[in-house]
């Protein structure tokens, strides 16, 4: 009985394995298989030369004839104010102008414009809406220099709270 099924089944195991055409195993001793060419090693070479040569781009920000020594830890401050920090606005607000803003993740920019404080909210790129602030030296108990949240305040209102390494400020905003 045992050879009986064996017998059987052997075609079918041979079937599924002889006749595999069209796949990748077609090209697998082929080195050109994706369109790509063989590097010879002193190609190679020239290329890590040329990128080992090429001069070192200058600091722009950096002033030119003067001496400037900065630590590697402001740097990294420096780098961080750079990048919106990103807030998710869970409900629709309402502004003062009438506006509204829907539900979704928005990157804040606190800017100071005309010594007057306001929060700039980006989707991508977009500057979506420009939100009054009030400028504060409270931190709001927060552990870290940037920062920004979003804290319910009321029944029909919600405070986004901002710090960045220039000022803190503070926005009270009604919710639909």
């Known amino acids: ?15 599924n394995f002889a006749f595999a055409d ?11 298989v994706y369109g790509q060419k063989a590097v010879s090693d002193q ?15 200058r600091n722009k920000d950096i ?9 590697n830890e402001t740097n990294e401050l420096v780098d961080t104010t750079k ?3 990103i807030l998710l606005i869970p409900v629709t607000l309402k502004l003062a102008d009438n506006s ?16 007057k404080v306001f929060l700039k909210l980006y989707q991508g790129h977009t500057l979506t809406a420009k939100i009054p602030a009030e400028e504060t030296n409270d ?11 979003l804290i319910p305040h009321g029944d029909y209102h919600v405070q986004i709270i901002y710090g960045g390494v220039d000022f803190n400020a503070y926005s009270v905003i009604e919710t639909e």
């Open 1 to 15: 009985m045992k050879r009986l099924l064996a017998i059987l089944f052997l075609p079918l195991f041979l079937g």
């Open 22 to 32: 069209g796949d990748l195993w077609d090209n697998f001793g082929d080195t050109n």
């Open 43 to 57: 190609d190679f070479e020239k290329a890590l030369e040329s990128k080992r040569k090429k001069k070192k781009k």
């Open 63 to 71: 002033p030119k004839g003067e001496s400037f020594s900065q630590s």
């Open 83 to 85: 990048e919106p920090s």
């Open 100 to 115: 509204v803003v829907p539900v979704g993740h928005y990157g804040i920019e606190g800017v100071k414009e005309d010594g």
């Open 139 to 149: 931190d709001f108990g927060e552990q870290t220099i940037n920062f920004v949240k």
